[in-house]
Protein backbone atom coordinates (compact mmCIF):
# COMPACT_ATOMS: atom_id res chain seq x y z
CA UNK A 1 0.00 0.00 0.00
CA UNK A 2 0.83 3.63 -0.89
CA UNK A 3 2.57 5.68 2.06
CA UNK A 4 0.84 8.25 1.56
CA UNK A 5 2.20 10.84 4.00
CA UNK A 6 5.52 10.58 1.93
CA UNK A 7 6.94 9.17 5.85
CA UNK A 8 10.31 7.77 6.16
CA UNK A 9 10.85 4.17 6.48
CA UNK A 10 10.94 2.85 9.97
CA UNK A 11 14.54 2.26 10.96
CA UNK A 12 13.71 -1.41 12.48
CA UNK A 13 12.26 -2.70 8.91
CA UNK A 14 14.23 -5.19 7.12
CA UNK A 15 13.85 -7.25 3.99
CA UNK A 16 11.99 -10.45 5.95
CA UNK A 17 9.29 -7.82 7.59
CA UNK A 18 8.87 -6.13 4.13
CA UNK A 19 8.03 -9.53 2.59
CA UNK A 20 5.64 -10.06 5.39
CA UNK A 21 3.48 -6.58 4.99
CA UNK A 22 3.36 -7.37 1.27
CA UNK A 23 1.72 -10.97 2.57
CA UNK A 24 -0.55 -9.19 5.12
CA UNK A 25 -1.64 -6.67 2.78
CA UNK A 26 -2.82 -9.40 0.08
CA UNK A 27 -4.43 -11.19 2.77
CA UNK A 28 -6.16 -8.17 3.74
CA UNK A 29 -7.05 -7.06 -0.06
CA UNK A 30 -7.73 -10.35 -0.91
CA UNK A 31 -9.87 -12.11 2.04
CA UNK A 32 -11.22 -8.81 3.95
CA UNK A 33 -11.64 -5.89 1.78
CA UNK A 34 -14.29 -7.63 -0.22
CA UNK A 35 -16.59 -8.53 3.22
CA UNK A 36 -16.01 -5.24 4.63
CA UNK A 37 -19.15 -3.34 4.31
CA UNK A 38 -21.50 -7.28 5.47
CA UNK A 39 -19.29 -7.53 8.73
CA UNK A 40 -19.79 -4.29 9.68
CA UNK A 41 -23.49 -4.38 9.32
CA UNK A 42 -23.67 -7.19 11.18
CA UNK A 43 -20.91 -5.91 13.88
CA UNK A 44 -18.64 -8.98 13.19
CA UNK A 45 -16.17 -10.41 11.34
CA UNK A 46 -17.01 -14.60 9.78
CA UNK A 47 -15.31 -16.78 11.53
CA UNK A 48 -13.79 -18.15 8.71
CA UNK A 49 -11.80 -15.21 7.96
CA UNK A 50 -10.16 -15.56 12.01
CA UNK A 51 -9.48 -19.45 10.38
CA UNK A 52 -7.35 -17.67 7.36
CA UNK A 53 -5.44 -15.23 9.47
CA UNK A 54 -4.56 -17.89 12.03
CA UNK A 55 -3.48 -20.13 9.03
CA UNK A 56 -1.47 -17.25 7.58
CA UNK A 57 0.17 -16.80 11.03
CA UNK A 58 -1.92 -13.18 11.46
CA UNK A 59 -3.13 -14.54 14.94
CA UNK A 60 -0.81 -13.88 17.70
CA UNK A 61 2.22 -13.28 15.56
CA UNK A 62 4.56 -12.21 18.34
CA UNK A 63 3.76 -15.16 20.48
CA UNK A 64 6.19 -18.01 21.02
CA UNK A 65 5.87 -20.92 19.01
CA UNK A 66 5.72 -23.05 22.28
CA UNK A 67 2.28 -21.38 22.61
CA UNK A 68 0.64 -21.27 19.58
CA UNK A 69 1.97 -18.56 18.26
CA UNK A 70 3.72 -17.16 15.20
CA UNK A 71 7.16 -16.32 16.89
CA UNK A 72 7.80 -12.86 15.68
CA UNK A 73 8.51 -9.86 17.02
CA UNK A 74 6.45 -6.44 18.58
CA UNK A 75 7.22 -5.37 14.44
CA UNK A 76 5.00 -8.04 13.23
CA UNK A 77 2.25 -6.55 14.97
CA UNK A 78 2.51 -3.13 13.85
CA UNK A 79 2.62 -4.31 10.63
CA UNK A 80 -1.07 -6.14 11.08
CA UNK A 81 -2.69 -3.35 12.81
CA UNK A 82 -1.36 -0.85 10.36
CA UNK A 83 -2.43 -2.70 7.48
CA UNK A 84 -6.04 -3.39 9.14
CA UNK A 85 -6.35 0.19 10.36
CA UNK A 86 -6.29 1.49 6.06
CA UNK A 87 -9.33 -0.37 6.13
Not at 47 to 64: C, D, F, I, N
Request: aromatic letters at 8%; one cysteine or more; hydrophobic letters at 40%.
Amino acid sequence: MTNVLNTPRASYLDEELDMFRDAVERFVRQECVPHIDEWREASMVDRSVWKKAGEAGLLMASAPEEYGGAGGTFAHETIILETLARL
